[in-house]
């Protein structure tokens, strides 16, 4: 795809960056899959976490929460069923997830928690061993040496494979909140009242009900996976992506954009999250 001429200085480096990413590839940075719609992102979204799953030798999978992830997980579940009994076994088996984040003060049986949302749309629907789906203990006395046994944990399990992302309003990845350093690792974090106010949906709509703290793998452990896949949705996220992807460098103020130095990083995106994208992000990324 031809690269536009830049329109406004702000764009020029971006042009350049893309530039530079078309004339070296693999590692020129994130690849874009645009998908007609939020169903058609989640269809191809639960294939690749499928076959990473079914990929032998794979390292853990990296797993996300929040709206975005919901069509994922069910049509990874509808996926997995349609497979030969033997085949599901095996994956069931050789399955080991690591979670980006979780709150800190409820517990997997409090039903706002990221457990019970995994236990219900993920390890029950697929069968899974729970033991397999690993979280951050939020409900630890000490967050803090919580949040650096988990990272243990997960360097012991050998890192991520594929690590599954979704995008907040503020830039953030897992919770890492603006600002985050690229070398940020496994912690204990505040969330940032704009946060709170994004994922009050589950805390009946009220922002004070949020847990004030998580736990959160760092933009470490997040930019040391194999491969990145960023999956966003909805016109709410376009600006955002934009920035993230192309409009800025890669900066503490905006987290996602430090996914553009990762040599393997694609992005899928539906229409509407990728309007902003238009003649200026190189697709067709592959997903191998
Ligand atoms: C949340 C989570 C992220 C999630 C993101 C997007 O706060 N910590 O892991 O991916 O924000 O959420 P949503 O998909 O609901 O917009």
Redesign the pocket.
């Known amino acids: 795809m031809p690269v536009p001429e830049a329109a406004t200085p702000a764009a020029a480096p971006a042009a350049d960056r893309l530039r530079r990413r078309q004339e070296a590839p693999p590692t020129g940075g994130p690849g874009l899959i645009r998908l007609v719609d939020a169903a058609a992102v989640a269809e191809q979204v639960a294939a690749l976490l499928l076959a990473e799953a079914r990929r032998s030798g794979h390292r853990p999978l990296g797993l996300?929460?929040?709206?975005?992830?919901?069509p994922v997980y069910a049509a990874l579940a509808r996926q997995l069923a349609l497979l030969p009994p033997t085949e599901q076994a095996a994956v069931r088996r050789g399955w080991c997830s690591f979670n980006?984040?979780a709150y800190v003060g409820l517990d997997a049986a409090d039903p706002r928690s990221?457990a019970a949302e995994m236990t219900h749309r993920l390890t029950t629907p697929l069968g899974l061993d729970p033991q397999r789906v690993h979280l951050p203990d939020g409900q630890a006395a000490d967050p803090q040496a919580a949040a650096e046994c988990y990272a243990a944990q997960l360097a012991a399990a050998g890192g991520i494979g594929l690590q599954l992302?979704?995008?907040?309003?503020n830039g953030?990845?897992?919770?890492n909140e603006p600002p985050c350093e690229a070398d940020a690792p496994c912690r204990c974090v505040e969330?940032s009242p704009a946060?709170r106010h994004?994922?009050a949906?589950a805390f009946g709509g009220d922002p004070e009900a949020v847990p004030p703290r998580?736990i959160?793998l760092g933009l470490r452990e997040i930019l040391a996976a194999e491969r990145l896949l960023l999956?966003v949705?909805?016109a709410?996220?376009a600006e955002v992506l934009a920035r993230a992807l192309l409009r800025e460098p890669p900066r503490p103020e905006l987290p996602a954009s430090w996914i553009q130095l990762h040599p393997r990083a694609l992005v899928m995106a539906d229409g509407a999250a990728a309007a902003l994208l238009d003649g200026s992000c190189h697709e067709g990324g592959s997903p191998d």
């Open positions: 996300a929460t929040g709206r975005t992830m919901e980006l984040d990221f992302l979704g995008l907040g309003l953030h990845v897992g919770f969330l946060t994004q994922n949906g998580a959160t999956v949705t909805g709410a996220k």
